[in-house]
């Protein structure tokens, strides 16, 4: 199993207006620091808007991005 070199958290709340920007931002900062080895980890912490769809739908299209939807806050 590969570890990447840098592994980055975000704890997330009701952001569906800025998840794609921040994904973007974070991934150019990651990929500028790291090359390729790298993986970005966006956490649903109990929103209430579309954030847990805009993440799944990220993740579906980036293979370093990984969504997790906490059950509970």
């Known amino acids: 199993m590969h570890r990447p070199a840098l592994s980055i958290v975000v704890p997330c709340y009701n952001e569906e207006a800025c998840l794609a920007m921040l994904h973007a931002r974070v991934s150019?900062?990651?990929r500028?620091?790291?090359?390729?080895d790298y993986e970005i980890v966006f956490v649903n912490d109990?929103?209430?808007d579309a954030s847990w769809r805009v993440m799944q739908e990220l993740a579906?299209?980036?293979p370093r991005l990984v969504a997790?939807?906490?059950s509970r806050n």
Do not use: F, K, M, Q
């Open 68 to 70: 997790i939807n906490l």
């Open 60 to 62: 579906a299209t980036d």
């Open 28 to 30: 150019g900062a990651a």
């Open 32 to 36: 500028s620091a790291v090359g390729d």
């Open 46 to 48: 109990g929103s209430r």
